[in-house]
T-cell receptor, first 116, second 119 residues
């Protein structure tokens, strides 16, 4: 069975500081991994996804994530936080079967607070 | 390209009443999902459709929840009767099946959700 663990339900950084949101996954098959962002009263927006190509994945709004199989991790980073980055972030895993459009298994979410 | 549409955005009902949510996926997307997001948690899949057929409804409480996707496009999710623990945001998502260069794509695109409050 697949699962996702997001370490830290709340992360607070100062504007301009490094953002690091942690995600560890468990999967018996090569996974597809995703990071989504959710702003208040809105749906989820895809930030980036890993689909077994390059291990360093670049997404929107300056975010990137690195797939580390040995550590079963897919941490999300951004070099310099902006006030507009304050939101809820979800890591998700899907099984990597070719052509499959299976369900996403989400982590509990991490709330990012950006202080001026 | 229009995104996933959902209505209503907000709904307040009393327990034991019934409620229905509507979703219109992105045009051409064959796969449609309904997720339940309880406050403070990540979304959890309730049901997945491929065209108008059910692929996965293992987590759907079938004694009170039902969903259909007639003609393989729009979908409705119904709760009857509602319980207090059904208070949540109900998210609809769709996926194209194939993406760039015809490769399989399992990227899911989410609608804004319907926030249900059961009193």
């Amino acid at each position: 069975a697949q699962s996702v663990t997001q370490l830290g339900s709340h992360v607070s950084v100062s504007e301009g500081a490094l953002v690091l949101l942690r995600c560890n996954y468990s999967s018996s098959v090569p996974p597809y991994l995703f990071w989504y962002v959710q702003y208040p009263n809105q749906g989820l927006q895809l930030l980036l996804k890993y689909t077994s190509a390059a291990t360093l994945v670049k997404g929107i709004n300056g975010f990137e994530a690195e797939f580390k199989k040995s550590e079963t991790s897919f941490h999300l980073t951004k070099p310099s936080a902006h006030m507009s980055d304050a939101a809820e972030y979800f890591c998700a895993v899907s099984d990597g079967k070719s052509g499959n459009t299976g369900k996403l298994i989400f982590g509990q979410g991490t709330t990012l607070q950006v202080k001026p | 390209e229009a995104g996933v549409a959902q209505s209503p955005r907000y709904k307040i009902i009393e327990k034991r009443q019934s409620v229905a949510f509507w979703c219109n996926p992105i045009s051409g997307h064959a796969t449609l999902y309904w997720y339940q997001q309880i406050l403070g948690q990540g979304p959890k899949l309730l049901i997945q459709f491929q065209n108008n057929g059910v692929v996965d409804d293992s987590q759907l409480p079938k004694d009170r929840f039902s969903a259909e996707r007639l003609k393989g496009v729009d979908s409705t999710l119904k709760i009857q009767p509602a319980k207090l623990e059904d208070s949540a945001v109900y998210l609809c998502a769709s996926s194209p099946g194939t993406g760039e260069l015809g490769r399989p794509s399992n990227t899911q695109y989410f609608g804004p959700g319907t926030r249900l409050t059961v009193l």
